[in-house]
């Protein structure tokens, strides 16, 4: 009985492999595949086309407004710190002047080095909700959220040491932080950090500003308000 098994196991496999193994012909079908694991997988290689996009481009220009982790401004031989460090209509830090870094020579200035303007102010508050306030808070009183979660000795803004700092010296803050405090010079771009300090300037005027300091056109708005 086990003869006949052997015969007709041997016959099966030599049939198979006429069958399955020697096509006798080529072909550019995929082999069949018993385990695929991960053999084919739905991405994008370098250099090849896809049909996910409709353009058919598989390598994909960077989205407008964004710059590659770890990103410095292009540099040559002529040109060491080309002031415009821009990349896709960003500006990073490119430069050893006060726009770029905050400093004089080795001392920090003071004074925002673009035109202040209603929109920088809007922009400044925009940037500072998104990066500082889970950590500054929103008015700047170190009581973000981040506190909550155990992130100590977050500095406030109302205190006369952080009243009196240099505006180039928080710029500085921004980009390469402060003791616990991370820097953000990757993630913020040049103009955002000048934003964000006009507008920390803003947090800390709005703490002790009075009535008198309100220009007389908007004074008037702010009085017809009820008051507490
Ligand atoms: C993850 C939490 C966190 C975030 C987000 C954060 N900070 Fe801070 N920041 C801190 C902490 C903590 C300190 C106190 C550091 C220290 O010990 O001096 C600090 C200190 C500061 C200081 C005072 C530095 C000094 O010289 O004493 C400034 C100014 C400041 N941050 C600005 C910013 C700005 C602007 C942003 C947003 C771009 C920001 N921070 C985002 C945690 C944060």
């Known amino acids: 009985m086990l003869r006949y098994f052997f015969i007709g196991l041997g016959l099966f496999l030599v049939g198979l492999f006429a069958v399955a193994g020697f096509r006798g012909q080529k072909s550019g079908k995929p082999p069949i595949e018993i385990f695929p694991d991960m053999d084919h997988q ?10 996910f ?3 058919n481009r598989g390598n994909r220009l960077p989205v407008a407004g964004t710059v590659p982790i770890g990103y410095e401004a292009p540099r040559s031989k ?7 460090g821009k990349y896709n209509g960003v500006r990073f830090t490119a430069g050893t002047d006060y726009l770029n870094t905050g400093r004089f020579g080795d001392q920090w200035g003071t004074g925002i080095p673009l035109p202040v303007t209603a929109e920088l102010m809007q922009r400044g508050k ?4 998104i990066f500082c306030a889970v950590c500054h808070g929103a008015s700047g009183g170190g009581n973000g959220v981040a506190g909550q979660y155990g ?8 205190q006369d040491r952080l009243r ?5 010296e928080i710029y ?9 405090m991370l820097g953000y010079g990757d993630r913020i771009p040049l103009n955002d950090r000048w934003a964000i300090v006009a507008y920390i300037r803003a947090l800390q005027l709005a703490q002790t500003a009075t009535i008198n300091d309100v220009p007389a ?3 008037a708005k702010l009085e017809a308000l009820p008051q507490p």
């Open 126 to 129: 925009e940037r500072y909700q």
């Open 172 to 180: 500085n803050t921004i980009v390469h932080g402060k003791n616990t």
């Open 78 to 84: 002529d040109n060491p710190f080309p002031d415009e």
């Open 217 to 219: 056109g908007e004074r």
């Open 151 to 158: 992130l100590v000795a977050i500095a406030s803004y109302h």
């Open 53 to 55: 996009f409709s353009d």
């Open 164 to 168: 009196e700092m240099a505006d180039g």
């Open 42 to 51: 739905p991405k994008v290689k370098a250099q090849v086309p896809s049909s």
